[in-house]
């Protein structure tokens, strides 16, 4: 079965990530990077939760939006599935919707949001996943 979409596409993106992936072939895309898996977080799993929310505050600022006009936010994890990502978009007070599909949480996700933005249910939406290791 194919899908296509006339009115769905991504406007902006925003990335987080460590150390290695920063001084890697792809270091030049990342917003932002950390030296210290843990943050300076008691756990690694609230590293990994601010990982999460950092990266929709980069993503609005980036959009020049708050939070107030984003419409749906979906999204997953790896750790815990999807405890990092209901965490992560608790201060945000958007509609959150999370999926468990693990490695493929994020094409889900984007799936899911194409669907809501094409069928005109809502006009802005943020896609997210997260993967953070020690």
Same mark, same amino acid.
């Given at each position: *079965?194919? %899908?296509?979409?006339?009115?769905?596409?991504?406007?902006?993106?925003?990335?987080?990530?460590?150390? &290695?992936? +920063?001084?890697?072939? =792809?270091?030049?895309?990342?917003?932002?990077?950390?030296?210290?898996?843990? *943050?300076?977080?008691?756990? %690694?799993? +609230?590293?990994?939760? !601010?990982?999460?929310? #950092?990266?929709?505050?980069? &993503?609005?600022?980036?959009? $020049? !939006?708050?939070? /107030?006009?984003? $419409?749906?936010?979906?999204?997953?994890? &790896?750790?815990?599935?999807?405890?990092?990502?209901?965490?992560?978009? &608790? /201060? =945000? $007070?958007?509609?959150?919707?999370?999926?468990?599909?693990?490695?493929?949480? %994020?094409?889900?996700?984007?799936?899911? *949001?194409? $669907?809501?933005?094409?069928?005109? /249910?809502? +006009?802005?939406?943020?896609?997210?996943?997260?993967?953070?290791? #020690?």
């Amino acid at each position: *079965m194919t %899908f296509n979409y006339s009115n769905v596409y991504l406007n902006e993106t925003s990335t987080i990530s460590g150390h &290695l992936e +920063k001084e890697g072939n =792809y270091g030049n895309y990342f917003d932002k990077s950390y030296k210290d898996y843990y *943050m300076n977080e008691k756990s %690694f799993e +609230k590293a990994e939760v !601010k990982l999460f929310s #950092e990266s929709i505050d980069i &993503l609005l600022k980036k959009l $020049n !939006k708050e939070s /107030k006009d984003i $419409n749906l936010l979906i999204g997953g994890d &790896l750790s815990n599935q999807i405890s990092v990502s209901s965490y992560g978009s &608790l /201060k =945000y $007070n958007i509609p959150f919707l999370g999926v468990y599909s693990a490695c493929a949480s %994020f094409n889900e996700a984007l799936i899911i *949001m194409s $669907n809501f933005l094409e069928s005109k /249910k809502i +006009k802005n939406g943020i896609c997210l996943t997260s993967s953070h290791t #020690e």
